[in-house]
C-alpha cells in the first residue's frame, strides 16, 4: 500500500519562501496512472487544493496561488517537492501531499491516499 | 465550484442515522463527488467517491447519492467511530478542484 509523508520546516518568516518535500513509499511517482498534489488546510477551515503533477502530462495549478506556486518530482528518490513564495499569515496551515489516480490527458478520482500532514507557520 | 455543506455542526446519538447535504455552486462533472472523514490531528480519509461509490474498506453503514449539483452522504446506524468532520470534495475535469467547508458530526 502506497504510503506519502511530508517533511519541511515547521515555523517560516513572512515574505520568505516555504519549501515542502513529500516521501512515497510502496509505489513509484514514474507511474503515469497517477498524480500527486498538494493540499492545505487552515486551522479550523476546509481543505484548499493547492497543484496536482503527473510523471508526464499536463501539471494543474490552483489559479489562485499559481504565481506563487513551483512544484517538481525528483524520480531518483520518489520525492515530490512544493515551494510556495512571499509567504503571509494567511499561509499558515496544514499541508498535506496526496495521490489522484489519472491518465496523461486527465484526472478522474479524488485524492485517495495522503500523508498525515505537517504543520507550517507563518510568523516573524 | 463553491461547494456549500449543511448542517454546520449535527448532533446525534449513537445508533440514529446522519444525513449531511453538499450543494454545488455549478453541476460537478461527471458526478466527480467524493466525501472524506476527518478526525481531529489526522489527514482527510476518503470515504465516497463519484458520488455513490464507498472507497476500500468503508462500511456499508456509509451510503452516498446524488447528482448535478445536490449530493447526500448518509451514515445508518451511528457508531462512536463515526463522530468526526465530513467534507465534500468536487474533482470534476476542470480545475481548480475544492473542498467544502465541513460538517462537524457531534455526540448528543
Known amino acids: 500500500q502506497v504510503q506519502l509523508h511530508e517533511s519541511g520546516p515547521g515555523l517560516v518568516k513572512p515574505s520568505e519562501t516555504l519549501s515542502l518535500t513529500c516521501t512515497v513509499s510502496?509505489?513509484?511517482?514514474?507511474?503515469?496512472?497517477?498524480?500527486w498534489g498538494w493540499i492545505r488546510q487552515p486551522p479550523g477551515k476546509g481543505p484548499e487544493w493547492i497543484v496536482s503533477?503527473?510523471?508526464?502530462?499536463?501539471?494543474y495549478y490552483n489559479p489562485s496561488l499559481r504565481h506563487r506556486v513551483t512544484v517538481s518530482l525528483d524520480t531518483s528518490k520518489n520525492q515530490f517537492s512544493l515551494k510556495l513564495t512571499s509567504l503571509t499569515a494567511a499561509d499558515t496551515a496544514v499541508y498535506y501531499c496526496?495521490?489522484?489516480?489519472?491518465?496523461?490527458?486527465?484526472?478522474?478520482?479524488?485524492?485517495?491516499?495522503w500523508g498525515p500532514g505537517t504543520l507550517v507557520t507563518v510568523s516573524s | 465550484i463553491v461547494l456549500t455543506q449543511s448542517p454546520g455542526t449535527l448532533s446525534l446519538s449513537p445508533g440514529e442515522s446522519a444525513t449531511l447535504s453538499c450543494r454545488a455552486g455549478?453541476?460537478?462533472?461527471?458526478?466527480?463527488l467524493a466525501w472524506y472523514q476527518q478526525k481531529p490531528g489526522q489527514a482527510p480519509r476518503l470515504i465516497i467517491y463519484?458520488?455513490?461509490h464507498r472507497a476500500t474498506g468503508i462500511p456499508g453503514r456509509f451510503s452516498g447519492s446524488g447528482s448535478g449539483t445536490a449530493f447526500t452522504l448518509t451514515i445508518s446506524r451511528l457508531e462512536p467511530e463515526d463522530f468526526a468532520v465530513y467534507f465534500c470534495?468536487?474533482?470534476?475535469?476542470?480545475?481548480?478542484?475544492?473542498f467544502g467547508q465541513g460538517t462537524k458530526l457531534e455526540i448528543k
Open positions: 496526496a495521490r489522484q489516480e489519472g491518465n496523461v490527458v486527465v484526472v478522474y478520482a479524488p485524492f485517495d491516499f
Open positions: 510502496g509505489g513509484s511517482i514514474s507511474s503515469d496512472m497517477y498524480y
Open positions: 503533477i503527473p510523471s508526464s502530462g499536463t501539471t
Open positions: 455549478q453541476t460537478v462533472t461527471n458526478n466527480y
Open positions: 463519484g458520488a455513490s
Open positions: 470534495h468536487q474533482y470534476g475535469s476542470s480545475p481548480p478542484w475544492t
